[in-house]
């Protein structure tokens, strides 16, 4: 299988670095981003621009974020021969996409560094209004916690925080040996789309935040016992919601009425 690697600035174990080369899954996230005229590409962690080249090459011209220093002047040379790319040299969960999206729509795309992925996916989140899609690979199993449905065994917090802003597709799994190093797990890529602002009907996002962790805290409670600090059992009932439930067993939509309800009234109880 033929591989795809434009210069080789050694991995760094302490950034959990992994180097996709894979030519064939590179062609399939390519493929995947599907960039058109006009769009406002945004990598994360671009890396020794195995997914860089490709998409500058077919679109042009791309913004990519890289902490690794080491990284920025060989992605700038390298880059000089597929198109105009513009690189933020920051901590990605330090970067305003808002301010990056400068009243335009983003599309996201990147091979999210595996121990920093959830962190990363809550920032993004924060600007969701700003993203029309994302298209990340990450670790196999957060992308099934991601899409999980209620009642499954992977269904949680992240299940419902990005579901309730997002339509979660995963696309295709990727194994180790597509990166250098190999990961220890396998990973797989996802589609997000973020839901219009005007159907989100979540009344304030600090409450629904606020139950959701803690339903999720003791998973093994029902909500009677998990949510107690947060609300009494007739605050539950009052949503339609079942207190001797567990959380793995409620909707996002539940969860949504349950954090509504108590925003009417005051907000969750600290």
């Known amino acids: ?34 960039p058109k005229p006009g769009d406002l590409l945004v990598e994360i962690g671009p890396g020794q621009g195995a997914i860089t080249f490709p998409l500058l090459q077919r679109h ?10 080491d990284l920025i002047a060989p992605l ?18 330090k970067v305003d996409f808002t301010e990056v999206a400068s009243g335009s729509m983003l599309r996201l795309v990147g091979n999210l560094p595996y121990n920093l992925s959830s962190p990363i996916l809550f920032h993004v989140l924060e600007h969701a209004s700003v993203v029309r899609d994302m298209v990340f690979m990450l670790q196999k199993e957060v992308v099934d916690r991601m899409a999980a449905a209620p009642g499954s065994k992977v269904y949680g917090r992240l299940s419902v925080m990005l579901q309730a802003y997002c339509s979660v597709t995963p696309l295709f799994d990727v194994p180790p040996g597509a990166f250098h190093p190999p990961p220890k797990v396998d ?10 602002s005007s159907t989100i009907d979540i009344a304030d996002h600090a409450t629904f935040a606020h139950v959701v962790r803690d339903a999720f805290g003791q998973r093994r409670k029902t909500l009677r016992n998990a949510l107690s600090k947060v609300c009494d059992s ?23 009425r ?13």
Do not use: C, W
């Not at 042009?60 to 220093?69: A, S, Y």
């Open 1 to 34: 299988m033929s591989r795809y690697q434009p210069f080789s600035e050694p991995p760094k174990k302490h950034l959990g670095q992994h180097f996709l080369h894979d030519r064939g899954i590179i062609d399939k996230i390519v493929r995947a981003v599907d």
């Open 60 to 69: 042009g011209e791309l913004t990519v974020v890289e902490f690794d220093r």
């Open 76 to 93: 700038t040379e390298a880059a000089q021969a597929h198109g105009a790319l513009t690189i933020i040299h920051r901590d990605v969960l």
């Open 187 to 196: 990973s797989a890529v996802v589609r997000l789309v973020p839901h219009a």
């Open 234 to 256: 007739a605050a539950i009932e009052a949503a339609g919601v079942r207190p001797d439930a567990r959380a793995e067993q409620i909707r996002v939509e539940d969860f949504v």
């Open 258 to 270: 349950l954090a509504n309800l108590l925003h009417a009234r005051g907000g969750a109880q600290s």
